[in-house]
């Protein structure tokens, strides 16, 4: 993934130029992968750039034309002629146009909370040589993770956790409550990874380091609750702005020279993407995965043809291509993200060579209205005990593959570890779901949600993407998402708001069924009732079309394909040796999962193959 790492240090003990090379060396993963470094003269001061040849492909850093500031930047901004005619309103002159440039004047005119007067996806380093301190900053949300390790006068930051091991004074020491968080959600929580003193770089923040007295800050310059409520704003008006919104984003960032892409799925986030797309010669290229006839790739094949998309399939007929793209996904999550999420990994190369980014509707259902997190439980809950409890059951049972339960728990680690973990990650949850109690009642559990599963979880599907291609985000467009967490709950509520965009704004669509259960997405309600009623009396007729629900069948690929390598590592000796797991109650897992007799078991196995991987690659 493109980004900027970079090490200072107080006491002048480390080596710099060895540090460069190697986090450089460990953060290219292909060959079309480039790096820019800097050593500040005098200074104990090393920063570099990481990238993958699509965005700012000019050399970096950008130094200011007195030598005092040097900038190196990650991602993209957006609305740089309106950010120019106030930079030069303010005196300030841009050499050209590259957005490290334009950063650069930005902090000029604006100082350290520059980041809240542009608009784009980045993480932006500026070492100041006069002052002898590093800002760093990064978008309202934090789209291109980035991790840091300060202790004792020294900081060093990275795009991947390997990039921040690079420095030898780092330790590798396992974070006890995010192995617990793991093993009960299948992710982490807030800013915590695997290792104790590396944290995630929080979204819309800026952080200085002092290089004088090695002190470290770090502060928000924007946060959700300074969306303000306008509950004036009627339905039908809801409709009209929120697609004039959504299709200004989509255009927004599609007026390049860069090829566009989209993974297109059978639902609605991607579909409606695909749609806004601006009329363009060659036209977008669409590109879906999943076993041959499933859900997905039938309803994506209508989309692509009734848009005129260039569209490709990839097939996962079985579970060896997993055996194949393993090792890359666990390099590019770090174990963030378990095995079981690597299905758009094996698109990859190919569409490298056809387009340069992909216009994702990631985490477009959140953003327009998903039913599990606009309803009164949510929007308007009894108290806080109730409002935590549903977030619970959330993460451990509803929005991937369920999880363990309490019972389990208490039965996977040994005796030791046991009396350390159970119950760990509940107390972890409400840590980190407090700062947002004081945020606005109505939303607080969606931000939270935001910012906790969607960025520290399925984030890391665009993390994979970016090893080849760029990402970009319309759903999560300022403009966009100021206006539509200011509306009333009911707006937002059953998809209604998302069925009338999609039939105002491109209606061929509308008359496409969703992969989710075969219906149109259609606002006129009689042609929905219509067609819902036909496809349940074919249904049950055995007259419909019957086709796998699932896109990539991983509970099966552990009963065949995968089942030697997942025991191979499972009940290995180093695995026994590290004595966390109760090796016993694993084997009745696994063979509870072999019989067939449940279902979903696959949540409850896969962190665990997922943990041993990554404690063997960036522990061992």
Same mark, same amino acid.
């Given at each position: 993934?493109?980004?900027?790492?970079?090490?200072?240090?107080?006491?002048?003990?480390?080596?710099?130029?060895?540090?460069?090379?190697?986090?450089?060396?460990?953060?290219?993963?292909?060959?079309?992968?480039?790096?820019? *470094?800097?050593?500040?003269?005098?200074?104990?001061?090393?920063?570099?750039? $990481?990238?993958?040849?699509?965005?700012?492909?000019?050399?970096?850093?950008?130094?200011?034309?007195?030598?005092?500031?040097?900038?190196?930047?990650?991602?993209?901004?957006?609305?740089?002629?309106?950010?120019?005619?106030?930079?030069?309103?303010?005196?300030?002159?841009?050499?050209?146009?590259?957005?490290?440039?334009?950063?650069?004047?930005?902090?000029?005119?604006?100082?350290?909370?520059?980041?809240?007067?542009?608009?784009?996806?980045?993480?932006?380093?500026?070492?100041?040589?006069?002052?002898?301190?590093?800002?760093?900053?990064?978008?309202?949300?934090?789209?291109?993770?980035?991790?840091?390790?300060?202790?004792?006068?020294?900081?060093?930051?990275?795009?991947?956790?390997?990039?921040?091991?690079?420095?030898?004074?780092?330790?590798?020491?396992?974070?006890?409550?995010?192995?617990?968080?793991?093993?009960?959600?299948?992710?982490?929580?807030?800013?915590?990874?695997?290792?104790?003193?590396?944290?995630?770089?929080?979204?819309?923040?800026?952080?200085?380091?002092?290089?004088?007295?090695?002190?470290?800050?770090?502060?928000?310059?924007?946060?959700?609750?300074?969306?303000?409520?306008?509950?004036?704003?009627?339905?039908?008006?809801?409709?009209?702005?929120?697609?004039?919104?959504?299709?200004?984003?989509?255009?927004?960032?599609?007026?390049?020279?860069?090829?566009?892409?989209?993974?297109?799925?059978?639902?609605?986030?991607?579909?409606?993407?695909?749609?806004? $797309?601006?009329?363009?010669?060659?036209?977008?290229?669409?590109?879906?995965?999943?076993?041959?006839?499933?859900?997905?790739?039938?309803?994506?094949?209508?989309?692509?043809?009734?848009?005129?998309?260039?569209?490709?399939?990839?097939?996962?007929?079985?579970?060896?291509?997993?055996?194949?793209?393993?090792?890359?996904?666990?390099?590019?999550?770090?174990?963030?993200?378990?095995?079981?999420?690597?299905?758009?990994? *094996?698109?990859?190369?190919?569409? &490298?060579?056809?387009?340069?980014?992909?216009?994702?509707?990631?985490?477009?259902? *959140?953003?327009?209205?998903?039913?599990?997190?606009?309803?009164?439980?949510?929007?308007?809950?009894?108290?806080?005990?109730?409002?935590?409890?549903?977030?619970?059951?959330?993460?451990?049972?509803?929005?991937?593959?369920?999880?363990?339960?309490?019972?389990?728990?208490?039965?996977?680690?040994?005796?030791?570890?046991?009396?350390?973990?159970?119950?760990?990650?509940?107390?972890?949850?409400?840590?980190?779901?407090?700062?947002?109690?004081?945020?606005?009642? *109505?939303?607080?559990?969606?931000?939270?949600?935001?910012?906790?599963?969607?960025?520290?979880?399925?984030?890391?599907?665009?993390?994979?993407?970016?090893?080849?291609?760029?990402?970009?985000?319309?759903?999560?467009?300022?403009?966009?998402?100021?206006?539509?967490?200011?509306?009333?709950?009911?707006?937002?509520? &059953?998809?209604?708001?998302?069925?009338?965009?999609?039939?105002?704004?491109?209606?061929?669509?509308?008359?496409?069924?969703?992969?989710?259960?075969?219906?149109?997405?259609?606002?006129?309600?009689?042609?929905?009732?219509?067609?819902?009623?036909?496809?349940?009396?074919?249904?049950?007729?055995?007259?419909?079309?019957?086709?796998?629900?699932?896109?990539?069948?991983?509970?099966?690929?552990?009963?065949?394909?995968?089942?030697?390598?997942?025991?191979?590592?499972?009940?290995?000796?180093?695995?026994?040796?590290?004595?966390?797991?109760?090796?016993?109650?694993? &084997?009745?897992?696994?063979?509870?999962?072999?019989?067939?007799?449940?279902?979903?078991?696959?949540?409850?196995?896969?962190?665990?193959?997922?943990?041993?991987?990554?404690?063997?690659?960036?522990?061992?």
């Amino acid at each position: 993934m493109s980004g900027i790492f970079g090490i200072l240090d107080a006491r002048a003990e480390t080596d710099i130029p060895g540090f460069l090379v190697q986090a450089a060396t460990r953060l290219s993963h292909f060959s079309w992968y480039h790096s820019d *470094t800097y050593i500040a003269p005098g200074d104990a001061v090393g920063l570099g750039r $990481v990238g993958i040849g699509i965005l700012n492909i000019g050399p970096q850093p950008v130094i200011s034309p007195d030598g005092r500031l040097i900038v190196l930047m990650t991602g993209e901004l957006r609305d740089t002629g309106s950010l120019r005619r106030r930079l030069e309103a303010a005196g300030i002159s841009p050499r050209d146009h590259s957005d490290p440039e334009l950063s650069l004047c930005a902090f000029q005119v604006f100082g350290l909370d520059f980041a809240r007067e542009i608009d784009g996806d980045f993480m932006i380093a500026i070492y100041d040589t006069a002052d002898r301190r590093l800002i760093l900053t990064n978008d309202r949300f934090g789209l291109y993770p980035h991790y840091y390790y300060c202790s004792n006068g020294r900081l060093v930051f990275a795009p991947e956790v390997k990039g921040v091991l690079s420095a030898p004074f780092v330790e590798r020491k396992l974070d006890l409550t995010a192995l617990a968080e793991y093993f009960r959600f299948q992710q982490l929580l807030g800013s915590k990874t695997f290792h104790q003193g590396i944290s995630l770089f929080p979204y819309a923040s800026v952080g200085q380091f002092d290089l004088k007295t090695g002190d470290w800050s770090l502060r928000r310059y924007w946060d959700w609750e300074m969306i303000a409520p306008d509950p004036n704003v009627s339905f039908q008006e809801a409709v009209i702005e929120t697609g004039r919104r959504l299709r200004r984003a989509v255009e927004r960032r599609t007026e390049d020279h860069l090829r566009p892409g989209v993974f297109l799925s059978g639902g609605l986030d991607s579909r409606t993407i695909l749609g806004l $797309v601006p009329p363009r010669t060659p036209p977008p290229v669409s590109a879906t995965f999943g076993m041959r006839g499933c859900q997905d790739v039938h309803y994506a094949e209508r989309i692509a043809r009734t848009l005129g998309s260039r569209h490709y399939w990839f097939d996962l007929p079985d579970g060896r291509w997993v055996l194949e793209h393993v090792n890359l996904h666990l390099t590019l999550t770090e174990g963030f993200h378990s095995w079981i999420h690597a299905h758009g990994i *094996t698109m990859l190369p190919r569409l &490298r060579e056809v387009m340069d980014y992909n216009l994702t509707g990631w985490d477009g259902g *959140t953003v327009m209205g998903h039913p599990v997190m606009v309803q009164p439980a949510i929007n308007d809950p009894v108290d806080d005990f109730a409002l935590i409890t549903r977030l619970y059951g959330f993460l451990t049972q509803l929005v991937t593959w369920p999880g363990m339960t309490e019972a389990e728990e208490r039965m996977v680690y040994t005796p030791d570890y046991r009396k350390q973990l159970v119950g760990l990650a509940f107390e972890s949850l409400m840590q980190e779901f407090a700062p947002y109690q004081q945020m606005n009642p *109505t939303w607080r559990a969606e931000y939270f949600f935001m910012m906790n599963h969607d960025r520290r979880s399925t984030h890391n599907m665009n993390t994979i993407t970016r090893s080849h291609l760029e990402v970009r985000f319309p759903f999560w467009d300022y403009q966009l998402i100021d206006f539509m967490y200011s509306l009333k709950p009911d707006i937002r509520s &059953r998809h209604a708001l998302y069925h009338h965009v999609i039939t105002r704004e491109t209606p061929r669509l509308a008359r496409i069924p969703s992969e989710k259960d075969d219906f149109w997405p259609t606002a006129n309600r009689r042609q929905r009732q219509l067609q819902s009623l036909a496809v349940r009396l074919r249904k049950r007729l055995r007259l419909y079309p019957k086709r796998p629900t699932l896109y990539a069948d991983y509970e099966n690929y552990l009963r065949y394909e995968l089942r030697q390598w997942a025991e191979a590592i499972l009940f290995d000796t180093r695995t026994e040796q590290r004595g966390i797991l109760n090796l016993p109650y694993v &084997r009745s897992l696994m063979a509870r999962h072999v019989s067939g007799q449940e279902q979903w078991t696959i949540g409850k196995i896969a962190p665990l193959i997922t943990f041993e991987m990554m404690m063997r690659r960036y522990f061992d």
